[in-house]
């Protein structure tokens, strides 16, 4: 009897590096119940919390990332990699993984390496346009490298990228709009604006809203979505005045229902932000955030633009955008068609099943009636 797949994935920090790895996990465990999934991550991230929520063991790894601006904050950094490095050779053993796939963050860097060592098969997964640190440095020893954007390529060994796409919720494609308008009492005529900067909240993008919702919301068939996320939202409650067709939120649980209801989005341009917008058509404004490293969000926001799914707004701009740019293309319903079709055309909706499929093959395995995953 062949024993089933093990599969360990190491990914962790953000969002954006979690959440595509429980995505490849569930499309592993859809293609073959009987796998053995397991992850590796820190204990102060969120993929303590997360991972464990979507039915996962989670084993922890030490590791820390190395302070660019801070060095005497890496005083610590080679005791904690070595024991990084020693736990995750404990836990590929124990574990006995087939191969081990890595979604990005400071944790895939041990795991991934000493997977390597122990000559299992690894998988890289890159979201962003330009390859992040640890993923450049995990490429040589990588038998996949799957990503998400055309530019990443530029970081990696070309022979051995194939373009996958980033994985999404499966739910964005299944949320009928006229049942997510009517949950966020939104009429069908009207337009919405849904404005987002993640779960902490956007500075810049709050500062500019703050400033120009009462002139949006001038005009008369013009609905307003709004996260402040956490870290503004009891401010902005108190100083920004209440609007019937104001939502003013702390924080959005249905994605889902927001993407569906949406004529346009004003957001950052993070990698998962901008392969959601892609998979459910939406189109956005994209204002980079200047404060991530590499400039990530800049060249995300490029391939959109180049492409015709987005418009870039440099965040200097956001004022100026307010003013001009949303309230046209609210009122614009060819250019968003046009954005959505071009969003569609380069969007990867399939992106986890394909690379849950790879991993699979990777490992030799197939289905008991002898056909491939």
Known sequence: MIRAPRILFAGGGTGGHVYPAIAIANAIRALVPEAAIAFAGTQDHLEWDAVPKAGYAIHPITVSGFHRRQLFRNLGFPFKLVKGLMQSWRLVGDF??????????????????AASLRARPVVVQEQNAYAGVTNRLLAGRAAQI??????????????????????????L???????????LGVP???????????????LALNTAMEKHVAALLAEEDVYVLWQTGRLYYERLRARVQEHPRLDL????????????????????????????????GTPALLVPSPNVAEDHQTKNARSMDAAGAAVLVPEAALDEALVGQVPALLRDQARRRQMAEAARAIARPGAAEH???????LVGWQKEEGSSP
Do not use: W
């Not at 890595?102 to 390496?113: E, H, I, K, R, S």
């Not at 990503?147 to 980033?166: D, H, T, V």
């Not at 341009?269 to 392969?275: F, H, K, L, Q």
């Open 96 to 113: 006995d993984a087939d191969v081990a796939v890595g979604t990005g963050g400071y944790v895939a860097g041990p795991v991934l390496m």
């Open 355 to 361: 690379i849950a499929r790879d991993v699979l093959r």
């Open 188 to 202: 069908e005529e009207a337009s919405l604006l849904l404005v987002f900067g993640g779960s902490l909240g956007s």
């Open 173 to 183: 494609l299944h949320t009928d709009r006229a049942a997510a308008r009517d949950a």
């Open 146 to 171: 799957h990503i998400a954007f055309p530019e990443a390529k530029q970081g990696f060994p070309e022979e051995k990228c194939r373009l996958s796409g980033n994985p999404t919720r499966a739910e």
């Open 249 to 280: 939120r702390r924080y959005i649980d249905r994605m889902d229902q927001a993407y569906a209801a949406a004529n346009l989005v004003l957001c950052r341009a993070g990698a998962i932000t901008c392969s959601e917008l892609l998979v459910t």
